[in-house]
């Protein structure tokens, strides 16, 4: 007979892999539901049902049984922030929808190959909200024998002038003079502060113990991304609201059809990435934690033990900053109610070291709304700030995340 240990099977963290899905509606998971697979660092699925006490006097001094009440599910996720695995939870968090911030057709345009420009026949890019950073796709460029075509491609924008647009990365360019019916779009993608809300499930898989844990209906209550001088660059969520997904027996069987979609790029690092404070040079940073927070809470209702919807909040992004010391500067924009234009863009880039992938977060109008500065015996001085976005008449939003995920 073979020896045996005696030893159970003990599930392990190791052997665990964690998925999302946006439903499609709220209830139950798709049919065919398509998995998006998050590498990392730990998470934590918890049902909770709050425990009614009897609160009697017994003259005994002992508690009397505790019933059941309200049940919630709720998830935190946490681990390294890489391009597309999150991009469906971006969304859901902002409540917000992924979509191009400008497809411009119809432009009559003159490519100079030795200044790297287009530039257009009449009006200017930065009124049909071209920017420099964005990356921007021209197309309609002819090949008539001078290789036009070569101007057809995806290139980053590094200046504007008017009608001039400057692309330094560009290469194989051609000269061409006002070629006609030229279409210029952005290939990077926004998602704006709105008002879709969207149901997520969650499934947890223990390959050792070929068991499922499943999560359905709930929202996302915030979201966070930090960054740190040693260069990682990490994500934390929230999901509030949901229920466990009852499959009975069916523990140790996956749902029929399900696919499951995994990244294969690294994690995004902040030695890649830039940080932009409108108007200022020489201010360093040495931590910062952008946030979506949607002040959530499940709502409960009288005849029901699960909640029946989720209450909100203002949609806030709070912001936490450090920054080095060297003067006065952040301390006097605290105190004179400066407004800021804050940008901080984290990217991937791949062993040729060209600009593969990139997360952009902007805040167009924050406020310094609290300013400390501990001083210890040894070590650097630093400014911890608290800092909050907010729109004003001249805003279409508080905030937006731009992304670029090349194939």
């Given at each position: 007979?073979?020896?045996?240990?005696?030893?159970?099977?003990?599930?392990?963290?190791?052997?665990?892999?964690?998925?999302?899905?946006v439903?499609t509606?709220?209830g139950?998971?798709?049919?065919?539901?398509e998995?998006?697979?998050?590498?990392?660092s730990?998470?934590?699925?918890?049902?909770?049902a709050?425990?009614?006490?009897?609160d009697?006097?017994t003259g005994?001094?002992?508690?009397?049984?505790p019933?059941?009440?309200t049940?919630?599910a709720s998830v935190?996720?946490?681990?390294?922030?890489?391009?597309?695995c999150?991009?469906?939870?971006i969304?859901a968090?902002?409540?917000g929808?992924w979509?191009a911030k400008?497809?411009?057709?119809?432009?009559t345009?003159t490519?100079?190959?030795?200044?790297?420009t287009f530039?257009?026949?009449?009006?200017t890019?930065a009124?049909?909200?071209?920017a420099?950073?964005?990356?921007i796709?021209f197309s309609g460029?002819?090949?008539?024998?001078?290789?036009?075509?070569d101007?057809n491609g995806?290139f980053?924008?590094?200046?504007l002038?008017?009608?001039?647009l400057?692309?330094?990365?560009?290469t194989?360019l051609?000269d061409?003079?006002?070629?006609?019916?030229i279409?210029?779009?952005t290939?990077?993608d926004y998602?704006?502060?709105g008002?879709?809300?969207?149901r997520?499930?969650?499934?947890?898989y223990?390959?050792?113990?070929?068991?499922?844990v499943?999560?359905?209906?709930?929202?996302?209550?915030?979201?966070?991304?930090s960054l740190?001088?040693?260069?990682?660059?990490t994500f934390?969520?929230e999901a509030i609201?949901?229920?466990e997904?009852?499959?009975?027996t069916?523990?140790?069987?996956?749902?029929?059809?399900a696919?499951?979609?995994?990244?294969?790029?690294?994690?995004y690092?902040?030695f890649?990435?830039?940080?932009?404070?409108?108007?200022?040079?020489?201010?360093?940073?040495?931590?910062?934690n952008?946030s979506?927070?949607?002040?959530?809470?499940?709502?409960?209702?009288?005849?029901?033990r699960?909640?029946?919807?989720i209450?909100?909040?203002?949609?806030v992004?709070?912001?936490?900053?450090?920054?080095?010391?060297?003067?006065?500067?952040?301390?006097?924009?605290?105190?004179?109610?400066?407004s800021?234009?804050?940008t901080?863009?984290?990217?991937y880039?791949?062993?040729?070291?060209?600009d593969?992938?990139f997360?952009?977060f902007?805040y167009?109008?924050?406020?310094?709304?609290?300013?400390?500065?501990?001083?210890s015996g040894?070590g650097?001085l630093?400014?911890?700030?608290?800092v909050?976005p907010y729109?004003d008449?001249t805003?279409?939003?508080?905030?937006?995340?731009?992304?670029?995920?090349?194939?």
């Open positions: 007979m073979p020896a045996t240990t005696g030893l159970v099977t003990i599930g392990m963290g190791d052997n665990a892999q964690c998925s999302y899905l439903q509606a709220a139950a998971i798709d049919a065919t539901p998995w998006t697979v998050i590498p990392f730990s998470a934590d699925y918890t049902v909770q709050e425990q009614l006490n009897d009697s006097m005994d001094r002992n508690e009397l049984e019933r059941s009440g049940v919630n935190s996720v946490s681990g390294k922030f890489r391009p597309e999150l991009d469906d939870i969304e968090a902002a409540q929808t979509a400008y497809a411009l057709t119809g432009l345009v490519v100079a190959a030795s200044g790297t530039t257009r026949s009449t009006g890019w009124e049909d909200g071209v420099v950073g964005d990356m796709t460029f002819t090949d008539e024998g001078g290789g036009e075509d101007n995806t980053q924008v590094t200046a002038n008017d009608a001039v400057t692309a330094e990365n560009a194989g051609v061409v003079t006002d070629a006609s019916s279409a210029a779009t290939a990077a998602v704006k502060v008002s879709t809300q969207r997520v499930a969650w499934e947890l223990h390959s050792d113990t070929d068991e499922y499943r999560i359905i209906d709930t929202e996302i209550s915030s979201f966070s991304i740190a001088p040693n260069g990682d660059v934390q969520l609201g949901g229920q997904l009852d499959l009975g069916d523990i140790d069987d996956p749902i029929s059809g696919t499951y979609t995994k990244t294969s790029k690294p994690f690092d902040s890649n990435g830039s940080i932009s404070l409108a108007g200022e040079t020489g201010i360093y940073f040495s931590g910062m952008p979506i927070n949607n002040q959530s809470n499940p709502i409960f209702a009288i005849g029901s699960y909640p029946i919807g209450s909100h909040g203002k949609m992004g709070d912001m936490s900053l450090t920054a080095y010391y060297a003067d006065e500067t952040i301390k006097s924009k605290y105190q004179d109610e400066t800021l234009d804050l901080i863009q984290v990217k880039e791949d062993e040729a070291l060209e593969t992938s997360h952009e902007e167009p109008s924050c406020k310094i709304t609290s300013f400390g500065r501990p001083i040894s650097e630093v400014d911890n700030l608290t909050k729109k008449s805003l279409e939003s508080s905030f937006r995340i731009r992304k670029f995920v090349e194939a």
